[in-house]
């Protein structure tokens, strides 16, 4: 295994903020967010979202929603990256192995049920919707669209699943699968996730309040998220920019349940204490944390909980979700991409929707946005089916 540092050279972005870094980092600044009734597709529910407005890019036709929320971050990220001398023909002796590792639950997969239903009648008239899904594979797609030689990955792990994607580009580079691997997460907001999380009684019907003790819900988020993480050598050879280092990535399952956390929360505490031996660290170490912060009752109180335990308080907590909202397989891509805007701008935002502490929980997240001195950062992320993942990130 190769031990050298991986370093983040490039971040894009697509959410509620905006459709850029500094697009995203102004809207932190200025509180200003892309919140509203759902506008996407029809429906009798009636609670809020976070959207992401792509419509002053060109959209493809031949690729669903999903693909092309992609498209917007992981472009941003290649051009902040400067490796499109690397969108060349294989023979070229400058070409790099890179791969991409997309996480996502939407996907694109759930856009068609007129067709399923059709299909099971017996009455379909045309495959194209079945075309056009396979056409919106979102890492094979990348992937062909550049003519990588590395892998193309999609990890369906639910709200963690951007997360791990970061921890799979980071075992590729590792194991030398890759010289530069492209990791992320994109999600849709999307009628199936939008009417299941409301039939299990946790969409909130006003904006999210993650840690708050009056907090009712999750608001649903949609959105793309990309780094470029690549080996020291290769950042150096290249001479491009370092943005941060990635120090170290874990995941642990806790199988308590389908989808509420362990109440202990020992399935994240066992994550966080994985990433920290895995980067060397103490507890102590830690500046600040992006919580995954949801807003539900029990995924806050279950990382609350583990945070009180485990950190002092001269770590900060915040959840980025009552800016974003929850953008599912997005998320953890999405979170990391902020955790690291927030190193580098040694700033952080307030914990949007919170001004109630929870006795329960015993701590008070960020109140008020601040100038913060941090060199060590973490990003946690819950999932359905009991998983837990954390990875760590160091300012250069």
Same mark, same amino acid.
């Given at each position: 295994?190769?031990?050298?540092?991986?370093f983040? /050279?490039g971040?894009?972005? /697509?959410?509620?903020?905006?459709? +850029?870094?500094?697009?995203?980092? *102004?809207?932190?600044?200025?509180?200003?967010?892309?919140?509203?009734?759902?506008?996407?597709?029809?429906?009798?529910?009636?609670?809020?979202?976070?959207?992401?407005?792509?419509?002053?890019?060109?959209?493809?036709?031949?690729?669903?929603?999903?693909?092309?929320?992609?498209d917007?971050a #992981?472009? *941003? &990220?290649?051009?902040?990256?400067?490796?499109?001398?690397?969108?060349?023909e294989?023979?070229?002796s400058s070409?790099?192995?890179? $791969?991409?590792?997309?996480?996502?639950?939407?996907?694109?997969?759930?856009?068609?049920?007129? #067709?399923?239903t *059709?299909?099971?009648? $017996?009455?379909? *008239? +045309?495959?194209?919707?079945v075309?056009?899904?396979?056409?919106?594979?979102?890492?094979?797609?990348?992937?062909?669209?550049?003519?990588?030689?590395?892998?193309?990955?999609?990890?369906?792990?639910?709200?963690?699943?951007?997360?791990?994607?970061?921890?799979?580009?980071? +075992? @590729?580079?590792?194991?030398?699968?890759?010289?530069?691997?492209?990791?992320?997460?994109?999600?849709?907001? =999307?009628?199936?996730?939008? &009417?299941?999380? =409301?039939?299990?009684?946790?969409?909130?019907?006003?904006?999210?309040?993650?840690?708050?003790?009056?907090?009712?819900?999750?608001?649903?988020?949609?959105?793309?998220?990309?780094?470029?993480?690549?080996?020291?050598? !290769?950042?150096?050879?290249?001479?491009?920019?370092?943005?941060?280092?990635?120090?170290?990535?874990?995941?642990?399952?806790?199988?308590?349940?389908?989808?509420?956390?362990?109440?202990?929360?020992?399935?994240?505490?066992?994550?966080?204490?994985?990433?920290?031996?895995n &980067?060397?660290?103490?507890?102590?170490?830690?500046?600040f944390?992006?919580?995954?912060?949801?807003?539900?009752?029990?995924?806050?109180?279950?990382?609350?909980?583990?945070?009180?335990?485990? #950190? +002092?308080?001269? /770590?900060?907590?915040?959840?980025?979700?009552?800016?974003?909202?929850?953008?599912?397989?997005?998320?953890?891509?999405?979170d990391?991409?902020?955790?690291?805007?927030?190193?580098?701008?040694? @700033?952080?935002?307030?914990?949007?929707?919170?001004? =109630?502490?929870?006795?329960?929980?015993?701590? !008070?997240?960020?109140?008020?946005?601040?100038?913060? =001195?941090?060199?060590?950062?973490?990003?946690?992320?819950?999932?359905?089916?009991?998983m837990?993942?954390?990875?760590?990130?160091?300012?250069?």
């Amino acid at each position: 295994m190769n031990s050298e540092k991986i370093f983040i /050279t490039g971040l894009g972005i /697509t959410s509620a903020l905006g459709n +850029s870094l500094d697009e995203t980092f *102004q809207a932190l600044i200025n509180n200003k967010i892309n919140v509203g009734k759902i506008d996407s597709f029809e429906s009798k529910i009636d609670k809020p979202v976070f959207k992401s407005d792509i419509s002053k890019y060109k959209i493809s036709k031949e690729s669903m929603r999903t693909k092309q929320l992609a498209d917007v971050a #992981f472009y *941003q &990220a290649l051009k902040n990256a400067d490796i499109s001398e690397y969108e060349t023909e294989k023979k070229s002796s400058s070409y790099k192995r890179i $791969g991409i590792c997309c996480g996502t639950t939407v996907a694109s997969q759930l856009n068609d049920i007129e #067709f399923y239903t *059709q299909l099971r009648a $017996g009455k379909a *008239q +045309s495959y194209d919707p079945v075309k056009l899904y396979l056409k919106s594979n979102i890492s094979e797609a990348l992937v062909s669209e550049n003519n990588f030689s590395g892998p193309g990955i999609n990890i369906v792990n639910a709200c963690s699943s951007g997360t791990d994607a970061i921890g799979i580009a980071m +075992s @590729w580079l590792r194991s030398g699968i890759c010289d530069i691997a492209i990791a992320g997460g994109a999600d849709e907001l =999307n009628h199936v996730p939008y &009417a299941g999380f =409301n039939s299990l009684g946790i969409l909130s019907d006003s904006q999210c309040r993650p840690f708050d003790k009056d907090r009712d819900g999750l608001n649903l988020g949609e959105g793309a998220a990309f780094l470029v993480l690549e080996k020291e050598s !290769s950042a150096l050879a290249r001479k491009t920019e370092i943005l941060a280092e990635c120090c170290s990535y874990a995941t642990s399952s806790d199988a308590y349940h389908l989808t509420a956390p362990r109440p202990d929360g020992l399935g994240l505490r066992t994550a966080i204490t994985k990433a920290l031996t895995n &980067a060397k660290l103490d507890t102590n170490k830690i500046d600040f944390i992006n919580a995954h912060g949801t807003a539900t009752k029990n995924n806050d109180l279950a990382e609350g909980l583990v945070f009180n335990n485990m #950190f +002092s308080n001269n /770590t900060k907590v915040l959840s980025t979700k009552g800016y974003t909202g929850h953008t599912l397989g997005a998320a953890g891509a999405i979170d990391a991409v902020l955790t690291i805007l927030s190193l580098k701008k040694q @700033w952080l935002p307030k914990n949007r929707g919170f001004s =109630n502490q929870d006795p329960e929980i015993n701590f !008070s997240p960020v109140a008020h946005s601040t100038e913060y =001195n941090a060199e060590y950062a973490m990003s946690t992320s819950l999932a359905f089916g009991g998983m837990n993942s954390a990875v760590i990130f160091r300012r250069i």
